[in-house]
């Protein structure tokens, strides 16, 4: 399949599922829009990526897999002769009934795809052992501060120095703290205007839907006692 028509096979994929849903979802009728990325925003991952030329992306969360379509409409899109996709949902298989990853195989993305049914704090740190390393990653798991906070410890490892990490529902304190620490003591870059348009807003808050890092070109490990506080408050 030319690069072409593989990219054309996974935008009529992406237009399928925004206009008529999942072929399934969960109980809740509203589930698979109060889930999943908006379109805008995962329009806009795909054009920061293939801006950025990346060709090895991890991505943390599956579940219908409308971010993971835009990633690896991405990879494909980028001129790379072995793009590599690792994901890691491990409910995929049970609470998700294969979904997202039955949509990414239409796609012909599992060309491309790994998927690994465990939790990221087992699997990172098996990838870090393994050497494997990204160009970018993008988080959409647990949104619990310890597991975000896990996440991006593991990350910060894996994702090259002057990476991406791209991090969804930050408008979430729970998230917003965990990222912070990174923020304020790893020297990590917030990329202000990094996705087009800004990406969507929480009309409540104000707050934005993702957010955009960059790791340093030169990781360093801080002093003990040069610790900065980083907690959030509202």
């Not at 740190?125 to 991006?152: K, W």
Request: with cysteine; proline share 6%.
């Amino acid at each position: 399949m030319s690069r072409e028509h593989h990219r054309d096979r996974i935008a009529a994929v992406r237009r399928q599922l925004a206009q008529d849903g999942p072929p399934w979802t969960r109980e809740d009728a509203d589930d698979f829009t109060k889930v999943t990325v908006p379109e805008e925003d995962c329009d806009a991952i795909r054009d920061l990526l293939i801006g950025e030329g990346v060709t090895r992306v991890i991505e943390v969360g599956l579940a219908y897999g409308r971010s993971a379509l835009a990633i690896g409409e991405a990879l494909v899109s980028v001129s790379a002769e072995e793009p590599v996709h690792v994901i890691i949902d491990p409910f995929q298989a049970t609470a998700w009934a294969n979904v997202g990853w039955n949509l990414l195989t239409s796609a012909g993305l599992d060309t491309i795809a790994r998927l690994i049914l465990q939790p990221s704090s087992l699997a990172l740190p098996r990838l870090l052992a393994e050497g494997f390393t990204a160009d970018a990653a993008f988080v959409d798991g647990s949104h619990r501060y310890h597991e975000v906070f896990v996440d991006l410890y593991f990350l910060r490892k894996i994702v090259r120095p002057g990476g991406l990490i791209i991090m969804d529902d930050y408008r979430w304190p729970s998230v917003q703290t965990a990222a912070r620490y990174y923020e304020t003591n790893l020297g990590c870059q917030v990329v202000e205007g990094a996705l087009a348009g800004g990406g969507t807003v929480n009309p409540a808050t104000g707050h934005p839907r993702m957010r955009v890092l960059r790791l340093p070109d030169h990781p360093f490990e801080p002093a003990f006692d040069e610790f900065k506080p980083f907690w959030f408050s509202q």
